[in-house]
């Protein structure tokens, strides 16, 4: 008797039994065409579902090496696998029962294509990981349906997701060559001295505010002014043209409604890669940018601030500021410090979610209000210092003031949905009529130090279980017993990025975090260890439902605990 045949008799064995007689079929089984591996079984029908992976062999699926031989193409197959099951999943997935029962999925996936957990892929075989809810009536196993589920529809799933012979093997070329293109064009932009390449013909537009999909309608293809285009060679698909936003300073300029903000959400979404047909997949932007915005409310420890905010009432510290409840100012200047300490060259900066006052202070302000009795330096008077000393750009959307003229280095305006480079009009503009601003910013910008993390406040635990965390969606980790509000954190884009940041932080404080590291070291240890073994390092146990995140993204979840405490060794020394 085949492994298969004995789980098939196991189950209808089981049929009509207490749920918890499910864990006897916890372990692997030899299917004819590959093995099933039943790593965890759930305790009762309404529980998070179990965790089943299968592993093929590769004499029967039949994968050509070049299609998974680099680190991008790998990521690229592994995206397209996990989709494809994914859609057996919904075909074959069906209430069989009470709670989850019948259903098998595979982990959520948006737009973008990330390093996921899901699918692994190697020589010898490829392997699948997925959660199906195991069928029963109440409490009571549904042995034939578990046996019809198990035995007939996950191989089913494999000849649809896992053979490449059934599979069309030109759309899987498409995805891992577009991948590729993307990730080559990214890894080209710091040669050019660019930081974001936005392709003619993108599409940037989405469907609407909850469909993440290309706008169908009326959708006004990218276009680049001629004097910012430029041109690259991809390795598969050939030349492709686009505009090429330079180093240094860059507003956007132009009215209402007329695609700034969804041009800068672009290249904010530019970190990651797009399956093809998204629209933006040939957008792509320097890794290490961050998205800035103000969030009132934000926890803040520990971070020195005083190159933004000085002279607080009732004499509260900016070199070490803290705060449970920032201001739109406050939090805005934390967010950017908190990037820069963690490695941040571009910010990226929209006037919808930003504070006013932190973005300027004009000449009249400026006679009113003395510079004694405003805290704030506003980011304009920053904005240089920054690119000229620390060689950090910024691209700002600001359609209502006309004083970020004088500190452009490029100057693009919207249009009816089309860019035009304005710089020498703003040049002239500006010549023409002088704002008379004192500037703020002092000498310069001042040094940006990183702290050390204290790791009793880093604590997973609680009641009796030592770990317990849970992710809400892509806004919010519960990690022990404080909540962590991630919704201000716009490039947090799939909630198996938020399981991987909270792997990540359980991992942080038992393998690395010892009270002297600053934050700076222990994200250099974790993202090196993820980048040379894989997401699976940081769970214990298999998991089909992580997927790759930055250093900047894992910081920003750090910075909000709101347990979180730092030492500032500096300053004690001092
Ligand atoms: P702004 O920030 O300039 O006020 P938005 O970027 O918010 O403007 O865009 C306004 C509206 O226009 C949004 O509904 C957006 O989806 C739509 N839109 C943006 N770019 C395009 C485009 N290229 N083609 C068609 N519609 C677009
Ligand atoms: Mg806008």
Redesign the pocket.
């Known amino acids: 008797m085949t492994d298969s045949e004995t789980l098939y008799d196991l189950l209808l064995d089981l049929d009509n039994r207490g749920y918890k007689a499910y864990k006897d079929i916890q372990g692997r089984y030899e299917f004819p065409n590959f093995t099933l591996i039943i790593d965890y079984v759930q305790g009762d029908p309404f529980a998070a579902p179990s965790k089943l992976r299968v592993r093929v062999p590769q004499s029967v699926a039949g994968f050509p090496g070049d299609l998974y031989d680099t680190p991008s193409r790998s990521v690229a197959l592994r995206d397209y696998l996990t989709r494809q099951f994914d859609r057996g999943c919904r075909q074959v997935s069906q209430s069989r029962g009470t709670g989850k029962s019948g259903s098998i999925a595979v982990c959520r996936m948006g737009q973008e294509v990330l390093d996921r957990t899901s699918a692994r892929i190697n020589k010898d075989w490829v392997e699948l990981r997925f959660v199906v809810g195991l069928p029963a009536r109440g409490r009571s196993i549904l042995g034939r349906q578990a046996a019809y589920m198990l035995c007939e529809d996950i191989p089913k799933l494999v000849d649809r997701a896992l053979v490449y012979t059934y599979l069309d093997s030109e759309a899987i070329r498409r995805h891992v060559e577009t991948i590729e293109d993307a990730d080559w064009l990214r890894s080209k932009l710091n040669e050019r001295d660019l930081v974001a390449f936005v392709a003619d013909g993108a599409?940037?537009?989405?469907r609407s505010g909850v469909d993440d999909r290309p706008?169908l309608k009326?959708?006004?293809?990218?276009s680049s002014p001629d004097s910012l285009r430029v041109t690259f060679d991809r390795p598969n698909g050939g030349a492709i043209s686009g505009m090429g936003i330079p180093k240094g300073v860059t507003p956007i300029f132009?009215?209402?409604?007329?695609?700034?903000?969804?041009?800068l959400?672009s290249i904010e979404l530019g970190v990651y890669n797009h399956v093809p047909g998204d629209g933006r997949e040939f957008v792509v932007t320097d890794p290490t940018a961050v998205k800035i915005r103000a969030e009132d409310g934000r926890y803040v420890v520990g971070v020195d601030i005083s190159a933004f905010i000085n002279n607080l009432p009732q004499g509260q510290p900016t070199t070490s500021f803290s705060t449970e409840n920032a201001s739109g100012s406050t939090s805005q200047a934390a967010n950017i410090v908190e990037a820069l300490e963690v490695g941040a060259k571009v910010l990226l900066i929209?006037e919808?979610t930003s504070a006013t006052n932190f973005t300027i202070r004009d000449r009249r302000m400026q006679q009113l209000i003395a510079k004694e009795k405003e805290p704030i330096t506003p980011f304009i008077d920053r904005v240089r210092q920054l690119f000229e000393e620390r060689g950090v750009s910024s691209i700002l959307?600001m359609?209502g003031s006309g004083d970020y003229f004088d500190v452009a280095d490029t100057a693009i305006a919207?249009t009816e949905?089309h860019p035009s480079d304005v710089t020498q009009e703003v040049r002239q503009i500006a010549a023409e009529f002088a704002t008379g601003r004192q500037p703020e910013g002092g000498t310069g910008f001042g040094e940006i130090r990183s702290r050390s993390i204290d790791p009793d406040s880093l604590d997973p635990s609680r009641g009796k279980r030592s770990v317990k965390w849970q992710v809400r969606d892509i806004d919010e980790i519960a990690f022990g017993t404080s909540d962590i509000d991630l919704s201000a954190v716009e490039q947090i884009v799939d909630a198996g990025q938020l399981r991987s940041i909270a792997e990540a932080m359980v991992y942080l404080k038992q393998e690395y975090a010892d009270g002297r590291r600053t934050l700076v070291e222990l994200l250099d240890f974790i993202m090196s260890d993820v980048e040379q073994q894989g997401l699976d390092v940081l769970s214990p146990f298999p998991q089909g439902d992580l997927a790759q995140f930055r250093r900047f993204e894992l910081a920003a979840a750090l910075n909000r605990l709101r347990t979180l405490r730092v030492f500032d060794f500096l300053k004690q020394e001092n």
């Open positions: 599409i940037l537009p989405r706008l009326n959708a006004v293809p990218f132009g009215g209402g409604y007329h695609g700034k903000s969804t041009l959400k929209d919808d959307v359609g919207m949905f």
